[in-house]
């Protein structure tokens, strides 16, 4: 399997967002996001992302086809709950870059292809400057959750090798509809970081 992986920024990243409202729709149904989404928002929220200033998509094509994408922009221009823990905790925005979701086809996981996504990602900060962190978050699931996989392994040791860790205390909370549940409910993002 060879995958070519690339960043796009500025209006580049607005060719792809079909394909990614589509893949993320497919991935975080999954666990653990359980994510039952519209096309509809995806769009949206997908089009405020691709139009913030320092923005990046980074690609992964099996051929011509999108199977991967992942998604980093400064902290500054992320929405309000994503920024509101760091205003909390001290931080200064203007000094981390979020790397937003990362999703890939279960068919071409275990290349190598999360790493170039955090490899990409990590880039564009040190492209743009003025960066000391980078971060990215992970939903919080109760471990008796029903419908959890009994084979899940989770990323906790990949993130550690890249160098993150969780911060204590340092949690979003964002809602979404599950796929078993009939209305939104909030669910904690806990927070991972490593210096640039």
Known sequence: M????????????????????????????????????????????????????????????????????????????????????????????????????????????????????FEHREAQAKKLGGFKYSTFCRVVRPDDHPLKPKDYRPLDGFWSKRGYAPVDGLVANFKWKDVDQDVETVKPLQFWIRPL
């Open 2 to 117: 060879s995958l070519q992986v690339a960043s796009l920024t500025g209006d580049a990243i607005k060719d792809v967002l079909a394909d990614l409202a589509r893949l993320r729709m497919v991935v975080f149904r999954d666990w653990p996001y359980l994510y039952d989404g519209t096309l509809e928002y995806e769009q949206d929220y997908l089009a405020t992302f691709a139009a913030a200033p320092g923005a990046v998509c980074v690609v992964a094509r099996d051929g011509e086809t999108i199977v991967g994408a992942s998604t980093g922009l400064p902290m500054l221009h992320a929405d309000d709950e994503f920024k509101e823990p760091f205003e909390t905790a001290g931080f200064t925005l203007a000094e981390v870059f979020y790397c937003g979701e990362s999703v890939l086809l279960p068919s071409h996981r275990g290349g190598g292809v999360g790493h170039a996504f």
